[in-house]
């Protein structure tokens, strides 16, 4: 069965630092992997994926994520953090037991961005 | 383009009553989904469509019903309301050609007491 983990619930960085968000995967095949962004009170944004290519992928609003085989992780990350970038973050993969376009979402990870 | 909108923004039912969810998205999208999203475990599939005319049972199915009448709407019903159904209710789209992308609508917070 295909899953996304995301192991930390919260994430605290102030801005202008660097920050990362965590993502480990388990799939049969090679792996579909998104981000997605829901600010408060707001439906969920796709940010960025992960088909095939390159490793890195660049996304919206500075965004990027590195896919990496050998320890099946999608990591997001930023060079610098913005206040505005504190929402809650949620990895998926493609469900590909479905041609519906169906994915699967982990539980979220909420990232805090302190002045 | 409005994208994809949800009626109502909130609503409170009384348990036992009976409520319809209406998703309506303006991108000629052919699939269409329901998830409800509960704190700490993520947004969980209740039903999709793959087209007019056609549903299926995702995740989490149980006490609710989905209809697709016609291929910008999806309506998600409850027909005896339950606590257990408080959440945070979200359709979506997207389209056929598999690029996985799905465009959320601003969600509907549904209260049963």
């Known amino acids: 069965a295909q899953s996304v983990a995301q192991p930390e619930d919260q994430v605290n960085v102030a801005e202008g630092n660097p920050l990362t968000v965590k993502c480990t995967y388990s799939v049969s095949g090679n792996p579909y992997l998104f981000w997605y962004v829901q600010y408060p009170n707001r439906g969920l944004q796709f940010l960025l994926k992960?088909?095939?290519?390159?490793?890195l992928v660049k996304g919206s609003y500075g965004f990027e994520a590195e896919f990496n085989k050998s320890q099946t992780s999608f990591h997001l990350k930023k060079p610098s953090a913005l206040v505005s970038d504190s929402a809650l973050y949620f990895c998926?993969?493609?469900?590909?037991?479905?041609?519906?376009?169906?994915?699967?979402f982990g539980s979220g990870t909420r990232l805090s961005i302190r002045p | 383009n409005a994208g994809v909108t949800q009626t109502p923004k909130f609503r409170v039912l009384k348990t036992g009553q009976s409520m319809t969810l209406l998703c309506a998205q303006d991108?000629?999208?052919?699939?269409m989904y329901w998830y409800r999203q509960d704190p700490g475990m993520g947004l969980r599939l209740i039903h999709y469509s793959v087209g007019e005319g056609t549903t299926a049972k995702g995740e989490v199915p149980d006490g609710y019903n989905v209809s697709r009448l016609k291929k910008q709407n999806f309506l998600l019903g409850l027909e005896s309301a339950a606590p257990s159904q408080t959440s945070v209710y979200f359709c979506?789209?997207?389209?056929?050609?598999?690029?996985?992308?799905?465009?959320f609508g601003p969600g509907t917070r549904l209260t049963v007491t």
């Open positions: 998926a993969v493609r469900d590909i037991t479905s041609s519906a376009s169906k994915i699967i």
């Open positions: 992960y088909i095939t290519g390159d490793n």
């Open positions: 991108m000629n999208h052919e699939y």
């Open positions: 979506a789209s997207s389209s056929w050609t598999g690029n996985y992308e799905q465009y």
